[in-house]
């Protein structure tokens, strides 16, 4: 027969999945000989067959809990609703991963009016047995008989005022017999029935609503938040009671083995005198500092350190401890792995290690990468007041505080004087790249994680939050609006990347600081990673920022990004709008020299790195003014100037943005399709890249080229931009008279690329995986409006698991990824495979990548640090299940 309830002295620490964090724990420090107050634990498997069966605890089940009843009884020398000796105990939750307050606890079970004289008559102290009788009715009646609260609190209030008392202290024996009366009264109004008496339906109608409060509406949220699947149920726990408020000799508290907030290897936590655990919740009274403790109860404070130091040595990490003491003796009600800080995690990591507790291994696998983020960006002080208006998507970590505009010119004239601005606009395009340069932070209101605005922010190191519909923008009247607050231009705002939140006014923030541990954990990570990590940077700044934070080179060097400069935008317009070969050329070899200026940076920041160039990817018509606004232009000059020069330029550039005109611009006139149709523009960049090349060689600095064809569908296109390419290089190698090395590759971001990679490898020195497109064309779904019209929804409703554009779908883009690898290595067994795309600097998606081979992941520089760490995460877990693998097989 399954066995379903297991007494403390039965479980262990490894059985979370069936005793629940909270039972597993209890067992396993009962079992090291710690004063735990007997009891047993009902396993999550009965709560799920307690769900089967329609919300009903099944005989088998009933009986087990009884004969874990008896042997608790046993244990303890009392019986439940015993007059002479009555046992009292705790029914409380606890599921596998800790989910703190959301559901829920019954205390002081076993209360009944017979019992509760047997408590006067035991502790001699009649004022605690009512006290502790009333306390019961009141969080049973609300827990398990659905009462509010608020009818307990409202007469307990009354009779306060009525007898002048101002605190529950002054009430005596007396006047808690009378509250009970009151309470009874109440019960009966609510239920129509009398407040149950018989300990055993009281227990089993805990058990029930502890196992309802499973999904109740606080936990499935919660769930949800955390990523908690909702299939495991929570168990259930029933321990002796153990009193903190029995009088100046008891007292309840909790702490942590080090501080969870700095990781400082101190003692940190808190207790109260003559108290319940949940006086300490409630706030009602300050708690004490521990180290009071000492003072206090000093053959208490030395065997509860003691304790600590002993379960954090038996579990190797830092506890979280719950604990009472009653008429002097110590008592512990709970441990478990606490909860701290990203600095915190990093500081007791690394110095766990130092101290011999932990391997570097254990130490690589306690931080979550996620926290890294948490270091690397200033973030808002929550210790000061915060007004929050709308929240978007976190589309790029970090806080700012500004002036809110709507424009990137005056974003960006506002920046050149000094001023600290946040753009908001209803999305960016390229043309706004100088005003998220000015600004501090950028929010939009449609577009999500793949979006312009969250790339180019994410590239920058800059917060951003994109899809905040619920801001309404009116650029003519220059302000937006959420609901009935209206924010207008200039005024200020607060914003943080990291949760998407948006904030009226200043709020004070905490700036990074990247401490010894951090850089000890990421030096330790790159010898553990096998997986390379690049960066996704399109300037020199942003590759030394790249270098700094560990980078193995660039994985993307996006060229478009150089051609958005404004000083160069209108010879950009010009080379678009020219009319024969020969004035297309004048304007590139304007636009060589500065091409060349901005790879020569690059090469040099990075210093003999590769460095990934792709070639111009966007459609054209991102290059010229927007095709509305010249309509109004055109139109107000037909009225004005007729015979100006300047309509007849503006028309010109009118018919070029109609010419240029897309029902489906992603789909469109981009990527190789550009170079094929105008291969001079990608001659001039190979040209640029590679005369760059020579000077840095002349130079003596090494140097890394690796060219990268964009959008490629067939090899056909490869095969015609690779000789373009090469012939260029050679011919530019023959002028110099010097030689270098440099790769010519793809991009590998259209399915029909993943399915016919080895004809691809035939033409390619690497591949590099640009699932942004990969994603978009996979799903069909696309990457510039889906977060904003359906995903959220999509996702909400368990439709998709994630967000496709931010956690990479494993089972059809991710099979992509896996066939193009497989057949680009058929051809080419060493060709280099890397990823671009967003999910390259995220963590479950750099995990896929290390499984499926690929040789590097390249994210934005900010979020390197956490590349490398999820890089070596992977290759440690692997190598751990493949060890435990080899042991079980012999
Ligand atoms: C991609 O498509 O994944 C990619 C990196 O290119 P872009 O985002 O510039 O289209
Ligand atoms: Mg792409």
Redesign the pocket.
């Known amino acids: 027969m399954s066995k379903f309830v297991y007494l403390f002295n039965e479980g262990n620490s490894e059985m979370k999945e069936l005793l629940g964090g909270k039972g597993a724990n209890l067992a396993e420090m009962t079992n090291i000989g710690l004063p735990v107050p007997f009891g047993f634990t009902i396993s999550t498997q009965a709560c799920n067959d307690y769900y089967e069966a329609g919300k009903k605890i099944s005989a088998v089940v009933e009986a087990q809990i009884l004969a874990a009843l008896q042997q608790l009884e046993e244990n303890t020398g009392k019986k439940l609703g015993d007059t002479a000796n009555p046992l009292l105990v705790s029914v409380r939750s606890g599921s596998v991963f800790s989910m703190p307050g959301m559901m829920d606890t019954v205390l002081n079970l076993g209360m009944n009016d017979e019992a509760v004289k047997g408590v006067a008559d035991l502790t001699g102290n009649a004022r605690f047995a009512y006290d502790s009788y009333r306390r019961f009715i009141q969080m049973f009646s609300n827990v398990v008989l659905g009462i509010d609260s608020f009818y307990f609190e409202q007469f307990l209030e009354e009779v306060r005022e009525q007898k002048g008392y101002s605190a529950d202290p002054e009430m005596t024996a007396e006047d808690w017999q009378e509250v009970i009366a009151g309470y009874k009264q109440i019960v009966k109004k609510h239920t129509k029935n009398d407040f149950p008496q018989e300990p055993k339906e009281q227990l089993f109608l805990a058990i029930d609503a502890v196992f309802d409060s499973w999904n109740n509406q606080r936990a499935i949220v919660y769930r949800r938040l955390n990523k908690i699947p909702d299939h495991l149920g929570t168990a259930v726990n029933i321990q002796s009671m153990v009193f903190g408020n029995m009088g100046d000799d008891s007292g309840t508290g909790v702490a942590f083995t080090r501080d969870p907030s700095t990781g400082e290897n101190i003692l940190y936590g808190e207790y109260l005198i003559n108290a319940q655990g949940e006086d300490v919740v409630a706030g009602i009274r300050t708690p004490q500092p521990i180290h009071v403790l000492e003072k206090d109860m000093p053959v208490v404070y030395k065997q509860f350190t003691a304790t600590c130091e002993l379960l954090e040595k038996h579990y190797k990490d830092m506890m979280d401890i719950e604990f009472t003491v009653e008429r002097g003796k110590l008592y512990m009600l709970q441990c478990r792995v606490g909860k701290r800080t990203a600095q915190a995690a990093i500081r007791i990591a690394v110095e766990m290690v130092n101290e011999e507790i932990i391997d570097r291994k254990t130490a690589l696998l306690r931080v979550d990468p996620d926290q890294l983020n948490q270091l690397l960006h200033r973030r808002i002080d929550d210790n000061h007041n915060q007004t929050q208006i709308a929240k978007g998507l976190p589309a790029s970590p970090g806080a700012a505080t500004g002036f809110v505009v709507f424009d990137a010119d005056e974003a960006e004239q506002l920046g050149n004087d000094g001023k600290k601005v946040i753009l908001v606009r209803s999305e960016t395009t390229p043309d706004d790249i100088h005003g998220i340069v000015a600004a501090q932070a950028v929010v939009t209101s449609r577009g999500g994680m ?1 979006s312009h605005a969250a ?1 180019v922010a994410r590239g920058m190191g800059k917060a951003c939050i994109c899809g905040c519909e619920s801001i309404k923008i009116d650029t003519n009247a220059k302000e937006f609006t959420v609901g009935d607050t209206v924010v207008k231009y200039g005024d200020v705002i607060t914003i943080d990347g990291s949760t998407g939140q948006v904030f009226l006014g200043e709020i004070p923030m905490i700036d990074p600081e990247l401490s010894d541990e951090f850089k000890q954990l990421l030096d330790w990570a790159d010898e553990a990673r096998f997986l390379g990590v690049r960066a996704n940077a399109d300037t020199p700044e942003d590759a030394s920022k790249a270098l700094e934070f560990g980078a193995d080179g660039i994985g ?1 060097c ?1 060229t478009e990004h150089m051609f958005m400069d404004p000083k160069r935008l209108p010879i950009v317009q010009e080379m678009i709008l020219a009319e024969t070969d020969e004035q297309r050329q004048v304007a590139l070899d304007k636009l060589l020299p500065m091409q060349q200026g901005d790879f020569e940076g690059i090469f040099e920041a990075m210093k003999g790195h590769p460095v990934n160039v792709r070639l111009l ?1 966007p459609p054209m018509h991102e290059f010229l003014p927007d095709k509305e606004e010249l309509l109004v232009e055109v139109t107000k000059l037909q009225i004005t100037a007729p015979d100006s020069e300047e309509l007849k330029e503006k028309e010109k550039l009118l018919k070029k943005v109609n010419q240029l005109a897309e029902m489906n611009p992603m789909l469109g006139y981009r990527g190789c399709r550009l170079g094929m149709l105008n291969p001079e523009i990608y001659e001039m960049q190979a040209r640029a890249i590679c005369n760059a090349a020579v000077v840095l060689t002349e130079k003596g600095i090494p140097v890394k080229p690796e060219i990268m064809i964009p959008l490629v569908g067939h090899v056909n296109e490869l095969k015609r931009m690779r000789e373009l390419v090469v012939e260029t290089a050679e011919k530019v190698k023959e002028e110099a008279g010097i030689g270098f090395e440099y790769q010519v590759g793809t ?1 590998i ?1 259209i399915p029909r690329a993943a399915l016919t990679a080895d004809k691809i490898a035939e033409e390619a020195d690497f591949f590099s995986f ?5 994603t978009q064309t996979t799903f069909g779904y696309s990457r510039d409006d889906a977060e904003g019209k359906f995903l959220q929804t999509y996702i909400e409703e368990k439709v998709l698991p994630e967000n496709p554009f931010a956690v990479l779908d494993r089972d059809g883009v991710g099979k992509l990824v896996e066939t193009g690898v497989k057949l680009g290595r058929q051809v080419k067994p060493n060709l280099k495979t890397g990823i ?2 967003e999910h390259g600097g995220e963590k479950s998606s750099i995990e896929f990548c290390y499984e499926a081979g690929l040789n590097y992941v390249s994210c934005s520089p900010y979020r390197v640090p956490l590349a490398r760490l999820a890089a070596a995460q992977a290759t440690i877990r692997h190598q751990l299940a493949e060890e435990k693998e080899t042991v079980t097989s012999k």
């Open positions: 793949t790339v993307l996006r990817d991009m971001e640009g699932t942004n497109d990969l671009c795309g």
